[in-house]
C-alpha cells in the first residue's frame, strides 16, 4: 500500500491530506477536488500529514 499527501479542496496551509495512491487519477497533479479521490484523513497541515502517512505505512509494515 503506497500512500502520498496532497492539498485537498483548498488552498490554505491546513488543506493536506492522506491518500492511498491507487486511489488517485493516473498520472494526477496538483488540488485533489471533492469527488475526484476520498482522503483517509484530511484538514491537517504539511507536517502533520507527513507524519500521518509515515506512521500508517510503519503499522502497515508492521502488520505483515
Do not use: C
Amino acid at each position: 500500500m503506497k500512500l502520498v499527501i496532497r492539498k485537498f479542496n483548498g488552498d490554505d496551509s491546513y488543506s493536506w491530506a492522506v491518500f492511498k495512491k491507487e486511489d488517485l487519477p493516473k498520472g494526477h497533479r496538483g488540488i485533489v477536488f471533492l469527488g475526484e479521490a476520498r482522503p483517509i484523513v484530511s484538514g491537517l497541515d504539511r507536517t502533520q500529514a507527513n507524519g500521518y502517512r509515515r506512521r500508517l505505512m510503519e503499522e502497515h509494515n508492521e502488520s505483515r
